[in-house]
């Protein structure tokens, strides 16, 4: 099945501890994304990548990191996260930028929170 | 840069068409507008996607008209089923993504 994953689902930490939440995609689709979802602010963009080792900031990068070591894999690095950061993050796929003529697949959401 | 406005809010009834209007001004010429709904608790889904005119699919149609300044999602006689968040999405400055801020649908019975 075609498919965007994220781990984990639910995460509950305290400030300044690292954390990683992992996002694989099984369509071999070359951009992905980062989201965060909060109330009254709607869907942003931190990070995307148009491919392997091509990243790039989106509209609210700071405190986060992300990697792109294989076209599958989307890892996204809260390397000392903050009780602002605490959100839902949405990763997301598409076999090119969506703004091309492209689908693109959002995974189910990791709810953050952060102590 | 492209900044993209949409009504927070409307109601509507089973059965009836539901329209919804997104402005983006900026877009760049060969972009595409894409709209996607979402239910609490999961993540946005593609409905549909246009470059101008019309574009029609199983569920919904997009009008874009010619100065594609904006764009608007029309759901046909939508049922309580509808009821969910309806996003629309342009491209920014460089390659940036970005969304409205959604449009909540409630249909009522």
């Known amino acids: 099945e075609a498919q965007v994953t994220q781990n984990p689902r639910y995460l509950i930490t305290v400030t300044g501890k690292k954390l990683t939440v992992t996002c694989s995609q099984n369509m071999n689709h070359e951009y992905m994304s980062w989201y965060r979802q909060d109330p009254g602010l709607g869907l942003r963009q931190i990070y995307y990548?148009?491919?392997?080792?091509?990243?790039d900031k989106g509209d609210v990068p700071e405190g986060y990191k992300v990697s792109r070591k294989e076209k599958r894999n989307f890892p996204l690095i809260l390397e000392s996260p903050s009780p602002n950061q605490t959100s839902l993050y949405f990763c997301a796929s598409s076999l090119t930028p969506p703004y091309s003529y492209n689908e693109q697949f959002f995974g189910p959401g990791t709810r953050l929170t952060v102590l | 840069l492209a900044k993209t406005t949409q009504p927070i809010s409307m109601d509507s009834y089973e059965g009836q068409e539901v329209n919804i209007t997104c402005s983006h001004n900026n877009i760049a010429t060969n972009d595409y507008i894409t709209w996607y709904q979402q239910f609490p608790s999961q993540g946005p889904r593609f409905i549909i996607q246009g470059y101008k005119t019309k574009v029609t699919n199983e569920v919904a149609s997009l009008f874009i008209p010619a100065d594609r300044k904006s764009s608007t999602l029309s759901l046909p006689r939508v049922s309580l089923s509808d009821t969910a968040v309806y996003y629309c999405l342009a491209k920014a400055a460089g390659n940036k993504l970005t969304f409205g801020g959604g449009t909540r649908v409630l249909v009522k019975p």
């Open positions: 990548s148009m491919n392997v080792e091509v990243t």
